[in-house]
């Protein structure tokens, strides 16, 4: 092979690589595959929006959003008015939300025995055994939930990982698209605050 082919084909191979990083899919997979060798360490940011409450677009819960839990049980959003919800929405093919885990993990371990507030991690595709799988094999103590119903848009749009925090009346209280740490004491605070009022 002559010289300028090897040019070509290595600018071929060099695009159809940067194509395959940008495409939302692959970019998702090669994140996972370097993380796994060790090459990409996921920067974990506190979300902004947790500061300050979304009172523009706070909109009391739809009565016909449910979940179900891992034993089985439908949990019907409206029937947790009095506590603070936190709902993050996740698939296990997503090397973000599988990143964001372990901090949402710490953040579920300061508040499981608080009887005023529910975490809802929601596997958006219903793959109860991968998501079983992932919280073994992560050593996770998050309970897994699935879809029952339609999500509102204004929860979920298009991206994951996204993380919606309900106030004690249903109301939105935050809205975060993309990966964050929910283990800094700026979360904690912003969900205690919440529980108090």
């Not at 019907?76 to 964001?100: H, M, S, Y």
């Not at 499981?112 to 529910?118: F, G, T």
């Not at 509102?152 to 749009?157: A, G, H, I």
Request: charged share 20%.
């Amino acid at each position: 092979m002559n010289p300028k082919t090897k040019k070509i084909i290595g600018n071929v191979v060099f695009v159809l690589f940067i194509g395959l990083l940008i495409w939302p899919t692959s970019r998702s997979y090669f994140q996972q595959l370097l993380m796994k060798i060790g090459l990409f360490k996921p920067k974990l940011e506190v979300p902004k929006q947790v500061a300050e409450p979304i009172d523009a677009v706070a909109k009391p819960v739809s009565n016909t959003v449910s979940f179900v839990n891992p034993l089985g049980e439908t949990i019907q959003v409206a029937d947790l008015k009095g506590k603070v919800v936190f709902i993050n929405f996740w698939a296990t093919w997503c090397g973000p939300c599988r990143a964001e885990m372990p901090s949402i993990n710490v953040l579920y371990d300061k508040f499981k025995d608080n009887p005023n507030i529910v975490f809802l991690i929601v596997e958006i595709e219903g793959d109860k055994e991968k998501a079983a799988a992932f919280v073994k094999n992560e050593k996770l103590t998050l309970p897994i939930s699935y879809p029952n119903s339609d999500i509102p848009k204004e929860w979920l749009s298009e991206s994951i990982p996204s993380t919606v925090i309900l106030d004690k009346n249903g109301n939105l209280a935050t809205r975060h698209e993309g990966m964050a740490d929910y283990s800094t004491p700026d979360v904690a605070t912003f969900i205690q605050d919440l529980i108090n009022k």
